[in-house]
């Protein structure tokens, strides 16, 4: 009988930056107790690949998992990546470059082997990137077998293919989805059995292929009593070690003994599931989408990584700037999937905070007008010693960024709150399933409480937005974005008629009459001018509110007006500061006349790993005052 070659490969990564007792906890319950099982089989051959910066973390902070890793070299081959872990088509050829480079050399300082095979960050394809991966000496990706499914090669999957572009080639070894479903979840003689029927195949060089992520054995829910306590690795190992039918080897080891499957071209997608959260319409869902739907389908996504390709052609040769750029493009914050991605601020934080220090090693204070988000109009960048905002006139001339120089934080790090699919998703609809059996985390369910609601926003969440409404207007339909709106300045399109001044015009209606808002921003030091005039005809009694989404890293330490925030706030005031003690400062809006207030939490309900998270993404203030023929209404934002 024909023996199975088990490809076994490992992919571990954390999102840059993660919280020290996340990295610790992953070490020990994941990383360290796998390797630790590892040794103690020394006839086990497999792949790993760890990105770059946790390697370095790592190496710092757990000097007996990185030498065990270093005595083991023997029996694994690391891949190399990016170092930050990018999507690779996501990111400019020179940059791309330079991650994979820094990881090789990373590979070959601490571990003495010169990186062959190379793992594809989330297995996105593009064929844009073979050029690069053959310059930097790559000879093999990792894939899916869905990569081929969806290129109609449904059969024999149990090898590698070769694919080219630009006249260079590599290699393509597709993991089984069967294989990666059932490790280490299913029965290890269930698995027996399904090596069995790769090896027992007519055709094809009999490769079973599954590369997967390191944090299934020990991090994931349930899965460390699983893989440790009750010994599943252990014996999973042992069956690989002893079987008759079973042989493990490298992925360099099968590639340098065994000839190509053939010639494929591969469509831009990425694993089955990653193609359904990535699709734009939820009712194609199914049949996949690109992952760079994702910068459509959110659009502060999309804002994050165009501020990246941005500061990625000002690059210079300093070395902090491109290590801090570098940094800016790790995958995690820009897709939602079982994962929170988008939705976790401390990742959307993460990314800004090394945005903003490229733009603090820029030293730019000039204003700059480009199109940053690719949408076809330009927006305006503001800077100072302190500040920088960036105004967008195609939606209401409102500012979409606010940063806080010498604490790399932006302000408006906000959500729009946007439906998503599994928001329906209806109990019924598991009943039926056998809880006795620990799932993959793809099958989680989503349970909101009872006291837990789920909103959707009508526009995007950013700043000194422009409001017409009724005098009913109050927090509750504010919170729940459901108030009724008869201007249509929200997100017009404002033209800029005086580029000194950032001022921008609109003409728009009120109910069915004519209407024009003119808006300006004057930036100095710690301080951001604002006037607006809205000219109209209107003797309806309406209110006019001006809308700020503000993000703070700590919501339970503000102080409104030297009162500890509550969930939601009404008040009337001629100036509100927030007081943040972990920015260590005081934003202060000073309107001259007093105005009424609403603050309320904003949050999200999202699906996670352990099933539902409830995370704040912003603070949301309106100011009203009642609407005049000619409205003026001018307020300074400045921050101590």
Known sequence: MKKTKLLFGVHSHQPVDNFDEVLFSAINRAYKPFFQTLKLFPDFKCSVHFSGWLLEFIKKNDNELFTLMQNLSNQIEFFSGGFYEPILASIPSCDRIAQIKKLNRFIEDNFNQTPTGLWLTERVWDDSIISDLSLCGIKYVIVDDYHLIANGTTKNHQGYYLTENNSQKIAIFPISKALRYSIPFDDVNRIENQLLSIATAEKGDNAAIIFDDGEKFGVWPQTYDLCYTNGWLKNFFELCTTSTIIETQTYREFFETNRA???????????????????????????????????????????????????????????????????????????????????????????????????????????????????????????????????????????????????????????????????????????????????????????????????????????????????????????????????????????????????????????????????????????????????????????????????????????????????????????????????????????????QIFICKNYTVSQSESGVDYTTQHLSLMFLRNFTKNLKFSFSFSME
């Open 261 to 595: 499957l053939g010639l494929v071209y591969l469509p831009s997608v990425s694993y089955e599931e990653m193609g359904e959260w990535s699709a734009l319409d939820d009712e194609y869902s199914s049949q996949g989408g690109i992952w760079k739907n994702f910068f459509i389908k959110y659009p502060q996504s999309n804002w994050i990584h165009k501020r990246v390709l941005e500061l990625s052609k000002k690059q210079t040769e300093d070395e902090h700037y491109l290590d801090c750029l570098y940094r800016a493009e790790c995958n995690d914050v820009l897709w939602h999937g079982v994962f929170g991605g988008i939705y976790l601020p401390s990742l959307r934080d993460t990314a800004y905070r090394y945005i903003i220090e490229c733009e603090n090693l820029l030293k730019s204070r000039e204003l700059e007008v480009l199109d940053i988000d690719f949408d076809g109009h330009d927006e305006y960048k503001l800077s100072s010693s302190e500040l920088l905002c960036i105004i967008k006139p195609n939606y209401g001339a409102s500012i979409v960024e606010l940063d806080i120089r010498d604490k790399n934080f932006n302000l408006l790090n906000t959500l729009t709150r946007k439906p998503e699919k599994y928001h329906h998703q209806q109990q019924s609809e598991y009943l039926e399933q056998d809880d006795t059996q620990i799932k993959t985390i793809h099958h989680n369910i989503l349970k909101v409480e009872d006291d837990k609601r789920i909103y959707i926003d009508r526009y995007q969440k950013y700043s000194n937005l422009d409001h017409i409404s009724e005098g009913s207007l109050n927090i509750e339909n504010f919170k729940s974005n459901m108030f009724v709106e008869y201007g249509t300045f929200v997100n017009s399109l404002y033209e800029c008629v005086d580029k000194n001044r950032a001022l921008f015009k609109c003409s728009g209606k009120i109910l069915d009459t004519d209407a024009e808002i003119t808006k300006s921003y004057i930036l100095d030091k710690n301080s951001l001018l604002c006037d607006i005039e809205i000219k109209s005809d209107i003797k309806e009694s309406l209110v006019y509110a001006n809308e700020w989404n503000l993000h703070f890293a700590m919501y339970d330490r503000l102080k409104i007006n030297g009162m500890f925030l509550a969930e939601d706030m009404t008040l009337s005031a001629k100036i509100l500061t927030i007081f943040d003690p972990y920015l260590e400062k005081t934003i202060k809006f000073d309107f001259g006349n007093e105005v």
